[in-house]
């Protein structure tokens, strides 16, 4: 606590230019700042301040200092607001986006249960097959399913995702069932077109190891519902997610196969710009996904719905 009064003294003295304003803010005497900012020296071993009896100075470390305690009581108030009804309220316009099919089915119903909860936030949701540039584009979190590429943004594991071939009873009776995915050569595939965000191909664990394939086919699409839509028509194999298939799965609209190589899961992620000093409105949205999504009772109502 003292640690912490002594940072909190030294940026209200830095800030306001004053002991005594400092102190007056507190309702402390100024003597009191004094002896804290004197502590925090000693126990850095480095002046801060430039004292006169007509003004204050920053040093150049006491510069450097203060832009990080700044950051260090900003991310402070952030966690206890996050936690306390109390708390300060999070505001301002959040900007989203995720991919077409999962957004419309895991994230826009979400939204207005989360704007109910924090009423001065507003949101703008993008939903977009493409592999959106959340900085260069200016989006505070992006929800992406899969495997992410190596990149500088921080990603947050929110749930598992598991991936299917599937296709319909007409399709496989009319040209077979593949035993073995090498045999998805012989075959009408529907994949994602390379701008979009399944840019490995289709994952099979084949002898052990995990291996990527990109099956040929007469069609392709950026968007995944319109793939899984000519994979209800019959037009040919899609790999898909559980999430979007299994209800078709159950009803005997889609069949699925090659299930003995399926790969291990991979992820759904909450993707945003950095760890550090996020507004509090990303900083609750992505709780509210990690809390939603970590549900298994969110899932099972969300395949029978």
């Not at 009423?119 to 979190?141: H, K, M, Q, T, Y």
């Not at 594991?157 to 991936?163: E, F, T």
Request: net charge neutral; glycine share 8%.
């Amino acid at each position: 606590m003292d640690r912490l009064k002594q940072i909190e003294s030294f940026v209200a003295v830095a800030t306001k230019g004053s002991l005594t304003a400092a102190a007056n803010a507190e309702g402390v005497a100024p003597a009191v700042i004094g002896r804290r900012i004197d502590a925090l020296e000693e126990r850095l071993g480095v002046k801060l301040l430039l004292r006169t009896t007509r003004r204050i100075t920053l040093t150049h470390e006491g510069s450097a200092f203060l832009e990080d305690c700044q950051r260090l009581l900003t991310d402070l108030a952030n966690a206890e607001a996050s936690v306390s009804a109390g708390g300060v309220k999070a505001s301002g316009h959040l900007r989203v986006t995720a991919p077409a099919g999962f957004g419309r089915r895991h994230v826009a119903p979400l939204v207005p249960k989360f704007l109910s909860l924090h009423p001065e936030v507003s949101l703008s949701l993008n939903l977009s097959d493409r592999v959106v540039d959340i900085v260069n584009e200016g989006f505070d979190c992006a929800v992406r399913v899969g495997d992410l590429s190596d990149s500088s943004l921080v990603s947050l594991r929110l749930a598992d995702n598991r991936r299917l071939c599937v296709a319909s009873p007409e399709y496989l009776r009319r040209r077979g069932t593949p035993r073995h995915p090498s045999e998805l050569n012989q075959h009408e595939c529907l994949p994602l077109s390379s701008d979009a965000s399944q840019t490995r191909g289709w994952a099979f664990m084949i002898d052990g190891q995990l291996t990527h394939l990109r099956p040929p086919g007469r069609l392709d699409c950026s968007d995944g519902q319109v793939l899984h839509d000519w994979c209800l028509a019959g037009m040919g194999i899609a790999w898909r997610s559980t999430w979007e298939v299994e209800g078709h799965i159950a009803s005997g609209k889609l069949v699925s196969i090659l299930d003995e190589y399926a790969a291990p899961p991979n992820g759904i992620y909450a993707v945003f710009p950095q760890r550090k000093h996020l507004p509090l409105r990303v900083r609750l949205w992505i709780d509210f996904l990690k809390h939603t999504y970590g549900d298994p009772h969110y899932w099972a109502s969300a395949q029978t719905a």
